[in-house]
């Protein structure tokens, strides 16, 4: 607001004697030269540019100019000049050029907040040498400084070409009270320029602001999942149309404390208060699953994903649920489980697997071992050549385990490539390596409260054996690409045909996790040294695939009989029971009769050169295998090792050189 004048400064004015002629004599007019609305249309604009009108046609002045200083600029405001008839006051707001007045006295007044008056400016002074002074002959010069509150915002410079000792005393006093006066309104007139441009500002990011909640509020509401909006605490502030339209509730009932109860299926309630309490307290992302009801009554799964938002400091001062409608897929997991359980009930029914033929004393020692290891939590390690059954040893374990009514996760690390290995074992996050489209489950998972059956354990990769170690210690783990651990309860039963002892000493197998899994170790015979259970496991298999065959077939002849008793099996019962389910195929009679060729441990017509029978194991054994390495040169495996003439595999060959002392080192010189 403009400052109004003091009676004292009235009498100063009335001193002067000349300014109500003065007034009356010229009117005055106002220009804006930039073709906007007069730019004294605010009070205290309009009455700074009268007050210089009639300054300039008091004080004697030709030509007047106002400079206001911006952010450090000096920019000329207004340019008052005296015409015949009118004073003309005009809006520049332009630079000040060389052409519009001193530069050096300008300069030196905002500098030093200093007057200057020059009476006779032809007479030499210290301004003498500026070229505005000479091209425009000026006579009579004074340059006041505009200062309010001790900040310096202008200046004012007043001139007469005609005239010397213009700016007397008298008139001097009277410009620096009308100086002082100019300083207020130039700063009411600063601050209410700020204003408007601050309202009208304001008003436009307002209109802004409201356009993109708009936008932003229909592009929720256009989203076919649900979104729902919750303070620090878990309470709801807002939701969107597909909420309110999904449970026919406004958005005040939606709100409510006692809502989740009329939303929420009964039986998930409990269970998400304190899954969400905990998660909340972490402040991290969380997801999990729940039974929304719809309006008809009608409950669906759904899931949902709580996203934290933060302050610059870090504080969550929102959280943001989205959920997905994902009924029908919990609904086909069920079918697809529901058909699970009845394929494997099939299976046992009609697998092999459903009980263990035999009743040799070899065979009898491992069951008495697993009647009573089955019924403890305690891990298993199972030990054996290939095909001797060594899962069904597993599953026999889990079905006379309290675990029984839970499932039994078999996994064969050998057929998993080791790049995947510890996805499949415990699943992964969304976006965990390319191809990971979406979260899925590890079979750790799929087996909690059940049994996990590791086949061929010792071919898991370094780092998996890590992940392994941990679930066996702490009964944790992380899926690939999570950020928290999950625990299992899972018994874990391991099976290998490797020497584990050897594959320890040679740095390719946890010593820590070969304890681990050593708590209690079976393990079971090979075929040839329970040769008394063959014709048991001949009958069960003739009986199994002729019925599968619709044949009948009531023996098999008497060469048949000797050969599959006295041939060594090689490949165990798995190889037995391929070569009866062949003999049965290609059988055209009631008995059964075999080709010696099938055998994959003798060639036609030729005689093994060496055999490690059980009558050889007892007497010779260490004879043959020195024999067979003789001829092979110290090699064991491969197509002209001694396994391969012996008619053994590799690893057994192995444990029996290692068992018997046998250095074979000094066979590769022959």
């Known amino acids: 607001m403009a400052t109004a004048l003091s009676g004292a400064e009235l009498e100063v004015l009335s001193d002067a004697g000349e300014l109500e002629a003065s007034w009356a004599a010229?009117?005055?007019?106002?220009?804006?030269?930039?073709?906007?609305?007069?730019?004294?249309?605010?009070?205290?604009?309009?009455?700074?540019?009268?007050?210089?009108?009639?300054?300039?046609?008091?004080?004697?002045?030709?030509?007047?100019?106002?400079?206001?200083?911006?952010?450090?600029?000096?920019?000329?405001?207004?340019?008052?000049?005296?015409?015949?008839?009118?004073?003309?006051?005009?809006?520049?707001?332009?630079?000040?050029?060389?052409?519009?007045l001193p530069d050096t006295v300008l300069r030196y007044v905002l500098r030093t907040r200093e007057a200057v008056m020059l009476d006779d400016a032809s007479v030499r002074n210290p301004f003498s040498n500026d070229s505005y002074v000479i091209e425009h002959r000026v006579r009579s010069l004074l340059c006041l400084p505009l200062a309010t509150q001790g900040m310096l915002t202008g200046a004012v410079y007043l001139e007469n070409r005609a005239a010397s000792h213009v700016f007397t005393p008298r008139?001097?006093?009277?410009?620096?009270?009308?100086?002082?006066?100019?300083?207020?309104?130039?700063?009411?007139?600063?601050?209410?320029?700020?204003?408007?441009?601050?309202?009208?500002?304001?008003?436009?990011?307002?209109?802004?602001?409201?356009?993109?909640?708009?936008?932003?509020?229909?592009?929720?509401?256009?989203?076919?999942?649900?979104?729902?909006?919750?303070?620090?605490?878990?309470?709801?502030?807002?939701?969107?149309?597909?909420?309110?339209?999904?449970?026919?509730?406004?958005?005040?009932?939606?709100?409510?404390?006692?809502?989740?109860?009329?939303?929420?299926?009964?039986?998930?309630?409990?269970?998400?208060?304190?899954?969400?309490?905990?998660?909340?307290?972490?402040?991290?992302?969380?997801?999990?699953?729940?039974?929304?009801?719809?309006?008809?009554?009608?409950?669906?799964?759904?899931?949902?994903?709580?996203?934290?938002?933060?302050?610059?400091?870090?504080?969550?001062?929102?959280?943001?649920?989205?959920?997905?409608?994902?009924d029908d897929r919990k609904r086909a997991e069920e079918r697809v489980q529901s058909e699970n359980l009845a394929l494997r009930e099939e299976v046992d029914r009609s697998s092999m697997f459903e009980e263990i033929v035999g009743a040799s004393p070899p065979l009898r020692t491992v069951l008495s071992q697993v009647s009573k290891v089955a019924p403890t939590d305690s891990t298993v390690l199972i030990t054996g050549e290939t095909g001797t059954g060594k899962e069904l040893i597993a599953r026999a374990i889990h079905k006379r385990s309290p675990r029984s009514a839970r499932a039994f996760v078999a996994v064969n690390c050998a057929a998993i490539p080791s790049s995947l290995i510890a996805s499949e074992l415990f699943g992964h996050e969304k976006g965990a390596f390319t191809g990971a489209l979406q979260r899925r489950q590890g079979r750790f998972e799929l087996a909690d409260g059940g049994t996990i059956f590791l086949d061929e354990v010792g071919e898991l990769p370094a780092e998996t054996q890590i992940m392994l170690l941990r679930v066996l210690q702490e009964r944790e783990f992380e899926r690939v690409g999570g950020t928290g651990p999950i625990r299992v309860n899972v018994r874990v039963i391991a099976a290998t045909n490797r020497d584990l002892h050897a594959a320890v000493a040679d740095g390719t197998f946890r010593a820590d996790l070969f304890y681990r899994l050593?708590?209690?170790?079976?393990?079971?015979?090979?075929?040839?040294?329970?040769?008394?259970?063959?014709?048991?496991?001949?009958?069960?298999?003739?009986?199994?695939?002729?019925?599968?065959?619709?044949?009948?077939?009531?023996?098999?002849?008497?060469?048949?009989?000797?050969?599959?008793?006295?041939?060594?099996?090689?490949?165990?019962?798995?190889?037995?029971?391929?070569?009866?389910?062949?003999?049965?195929?290609?059988?055209?009679?009631?008995?059964?009769?075999?080709?010696?060729?099938?055998?994959?441990?003798?060639?036609?017509?030729?005689?093994?050169?060496?055999?490690?029978?059980?009558?050889?194991?007892?007497?010779?054994?260490?004879?043959?295998?020195?024999?067979?390495?003789?001829?092979?040169?110290?090699?064991?495996a491969g197509p002209f090792g001694a396994a391969g003439r012996l008619g053994v595999p590799a690893s057994t060959l192995e444990s029996k050189i290692k068992a018997l002392n046998i250095d074979k080192r000094r066979f590769k010189s022959g």
């Not at 055999?611 to 024999?627: C, Q, V, Y």
Request: charged letters at 30%.
């Open 26 to 100: 010229r009117p005055i007019e106002l220009i804006d030269r930039r073709g906007q609305p007069p730019w004294m249309e605010d009070p205290d604009g309009h009455i700074l540019a009268t007050l210089l009108g009639h300054t300039v046609r008091h004080v004697g002045a030709e030509r007047a100019l106002l400079i206001v200083r911006r952010a450090d600029q000096a920019r000329i405001e207004a340019e008052v000049t005296t015409q015949p008839d009118t004073i003309v006051v005009r809006r520049l707001d332009a630079l000040p050029g060389p052409s519009d």
């Open 171 to 326: 008139r001097v006093g009277l410009l620096k009270l009308l100086a002082s006066q100019a300083a207020v309104f130039l700063e009411n007139a600063h601050l209410y320029t700020e204003l408007r441009h601050a309202q009208a500002y304001l008003e436009q990011r307002t209109r802004e602001l409201a356009a993109a909640h708009e936008e932003l509020r229909r592009t929720v509401n256009a989203i076919p999942h649900a979104i729902t909006i919750l303070d620090p605490e878990g309470r709801i502030l807002g939701a969107n149309a597909f909420v309110l339209d999904y449970t026919g509730l406004s958005l005040e009932e939606v709100r409510a404390d006692v809502s989740r109860l009329r939303r929420l299926h009964p039986d998930d309630v409990a269970r998400l208060q304190e899954e969400r309490r905990k998660a909340f307290l972490r402040g991290e992302p969380f997801e999990t699953e729940q039974r929304a009801r719809r309006k008809d009554g009608q409950y669906r799964w759904f899931s949902i994903r709580y996203n934290p938002v933060r302050d610059d400091h870090g504080n969550i001062i929102r959280w943001y649920a989205t959920g997905t409608d994902i």
């Open 518 to 636: 050593h708590v209690f170790p079976l393990d079971v015979p090979a075929l040839r040294e329970r040769r008394s259970d063959v014709p048991l496991l001949v009958e069960y298999f003739i009986h199994r695939y002729a019925k599968r065959a619709g044949k009948r077939i009531c023996g098999l002849t008497k060469e048949t009989a000797q050969l599959l008793q006295s041939y060594d099996w090689p490949g165990n019962i798995r190889e037995l029971q391929n070569v009866i389910e062949r003999a049965v195929i290609v059988c055209d009679s009631d008995t059964l009769s075999i080709d010696v060729r099938w055998l994959s441990g003798r060639s036609p017509g030729t005689a093994p050169v060496a055999s490690l029978s059980t009558g050889t194991l007892a007497t010779h054994e260490k004879d043959a295998i020195e024999a067979a390495l003789k001829d092979s040169k110290g090699r064991v």
